[in-house]
């Protein structure tokens, strides 16, 4: 059985060849459990671990937002690859040789035209670095950065460049390179103008080339060198750049993000370069807009912690506090630098040196608490004694309140009460801050669901998980049914013969079907080869569920037939009710004589029924 046109021995080689936890293991930390290895879920926020990889099995499983599938889902589904996409991608991994055309037209195209412009940023970037560092016109370009400290060494490990005044520079060298315009227009390396031609989307700046995660520059962000407006100027979206998805120098760091399951994020560009000079080479930074879920999950499918290096000023700090509750959602563990004087990491650099920057700064961040509290002093004048009994106050309600661990509140109310204990001693706060909680609970137990950092919290202090859905006795035994058929071909013809594709279920039914045509194959019991076949998103979810969480123990020819005379019963008892609500109907419209008909029908499915 193919998959589209692509081969089946490559299918099968790229299974065998890639271990799933090896593959899974680059994207998520695992650890061992039980049987199977678990980790907090990539693909949507979470605090405590519900993916689920079993090593022996070759599937995945999250039990918090329901992903599952093989090894080749994954790499779809954590790449945003078609099938095909993925399993090229894994076959040249594993230099496996393949030939086949696994795109239409259509999709060929394309993928010709992203091709084309992604030609067209590298060469714009090679262009723009070439400029500045041989050309007269570029020289002040040049000066300008090696006065803000930037190395030539590290101008050319950025690659950064300078786009000259001028309204066609690139678009008059793109041209002579027989790049299509139309498509360089598309990536928004240049605009079409009204009169015919093209003129550049970048001018008189200092150029950042962005990459994506392989390397490969997708767009582009310009710094002006005097006081115009934007100081920072990042191309358009395209069918290639998408900011919230994009963390600047990713690629690079990549390497000792995995090393070290750390990333240090910036706010701009140059902190990160001059981080990297640092020797911080774990550094990403934003696109110059907020921090988005979708750059949130991309740290930590990548990093078990984050720290938040951002400006001294108010504005930067502010920007930490907006992004710090985002990324402790998504189950990152974050710790905050704190700059001292108001200065950015670039000038702490040039100050101090990249030894006090990387131990006092990087190394001596703060956890979220005591970077809250921190934070929301600025907000009080502490040389007021009113003022203060305020803050001691907000401290309590806003930080302290909330933290969930006992150890970590009692440590906060500590320092607070030993450096306000003019204002309010340690019991008289401690009393206050379990006022305070009592009320979020009593708000709990009423349903006022408002405050997030509450919910899903029991007495103990532990996370409460939801009630298990009861599922139906013919949807259970269909399910044990369709994990013993994924492992035994005998089992799985005694059920096409006894019930085909007759499952109550739809999505059962389509999982039997794609299991009869997998076996008529010859292949063997194989979850993660079979699962490969069914390329449907819904069916792989499914069916990973159900080999994650049923279990044939027990399992014997007569359970089995139990099973399928369950299966029968309910398919009968939906045929009685179908008849019930038939018969009301004839006998409504006045036709006694087909009611009676139809109720006799119904006593011989019921006698048949009593029978089973």
Not at 31 to 41: E, F, I, V, W, Y
Not at 585 to 607: C, M, Q, T, W
Request: net charge negative; with cysteine; proline share 4%.
């Amino acid at each position: 059985m193919s998959s589209g046109l692509i081969p089946d021995d490559i299918i099968e080689a790229v299974l065998k060849h890639h271990d799933i936890v090896d593959v899974i293991g680059k994207y998520v930390h695992l650890s061992k459990h039980g049987r199977n290895m678990k980790g907090l879920c990539p693909f949507h926020s979470e605090k405590s671990p519900s993916f689920n990889v079993n090593p022996e099995k070759q599937i995945y499983k999250c039990f918090g937002c329901g992903v599952g599938g093989h090894v080749i889902r994954f790499i779809q589904e954590i790449e945003g690859y078609t099938f095909g996409e993925a399993v090229r991608h894994l076959a040249e991994e594993a230099n496996i040789a393949f030939e086949w055309e696994q795109r239409t037209p259509e999709q060929a195209e394309r993928q010709q035209e992203k091709e084309q412009i992604i030609k067209g940023h590298e060469f714009a970037a090679k262009l723009y670095h070439y400029f500045m560092g041989n050309t007269a016109e570029g020289k002040h370009a040049l000066d300008y950065l090696r006065s803000r400290g930037f190395t030539d060494s590290l101008i050319d490990t950025f690659q950064i460049g300078y786009a000259p005044a001028r309204w066609d520079f690139l678009a008059s060298y793109l041209e002579k390179r027989e790049f299509p315009m139309p498509l360089m227009e598309k990536g928004a390396l240049v605009a079409a103008k009204s009169s015919g031609g093209y003129v550049d989307k970048f001018r008189d700046r200092i150029m950042f080339p962005i990459r994506d995660a392989k390397g490969q520059v997708i767009a582009f962000a310009g710094r002006t060198m005097g006081n115009e407006q934007p100081k920072y100027l990042n191309s358009p979206e395209t069918a290639l750049f998408r900011k919230s998805k994009v963390l600047y120098n990713f690629h690079a760091a990549r390497a000792e993000i995995k090393r070290t399951s750390r990333i240090v994020l910036f706010e701009g560009y140059a902190d990160v370069i001059k981080a990297w000079s640092a020797g911080v080479h774990n550094a990403v930074g934003g696109m110059g807009t907020a921090l988005t879920e979708d750059h949130a999950l991309l740290m930590r499918r990548n990093a078990e912690q984050v720290v938040l290096c951002y400006d001294g000023d108010d504005a930067g700090q502010s920007a930490a506090f907006k992004n710090l509750g985002m990324l402790l959602k998504a189950g990152l563990d974050v710790k905050i630098a704190m700059l001292p004087n108001r200065l950015d990491p670039d000038d702490y650099i040039e100050k101090y040196g990249p030894d006090r920057f990387r131990t006092e700064i990087v190394e001596g961040a703060v956890p979220p608490e005591k970077f809250k509290l921190l934070h929301l002093r600025r907000n009080f004048n502490l040389q007021d004694n009113e003022a203060k009994l305020r803050y001691v106050r907000t401290a309590i309600r806003e930080v302290i309140a909330t933290i969930e661990s006992p150890t970590g509140r009692e440590h906060y109310l500590k320092e607070l009460a030993s450096e306000f204990s003019a204002i309010s001693s340690f019991e008289s706060m401690k009393q206050e801050m379990h006022e305070i909680r009592e009320q979020h609970q009593k708000k709990q137990r009423y349903g006022d669901n408002n405050d997030i950092s509450w919910n899903n919290v029991r007495n103990d202090g532990t996370d409460s998980a939801p009630l298990p859905k009861l599922r139906p006795a013919y949807d259970k035994a269909e399910r044990h049914l369709l994990y013993v058929m994924m492992h035994d071909r005998d089992v799985a013809e005694l059920v096409q013969q006894r019930l085909g594709e007759t499952f109550n279920e739809e999505a059962h039914a389509a999982l039997a079907a794609y299991l009869y045509a997998y076996y008529a194959q010859g292949f063997e019991p194989d979850a993660s080869r079979y699962m490969a076949t069914l390329q449907d998103d819904r069916l792989e979810r499914l069916a990973s569920s159900i080999l994650m969480t049923e279990s044939d123990q027990g399992i014997n020819p007569q359970v089995l037939e139990d099973y399928m005379r369950q299966i029968d019963k309910h398919r009968q008892q939906q045929a009685i009710e179908r008849l019930e609500e038939e018969r009301i109907r004839v006998e409504k419209s006045g036709d006694a004589i087909g009611a009676a008909r139809i109720a006799i029908e119904i006593i011989a499915l019921k006698n048949q029924l009593k029978a089973m």
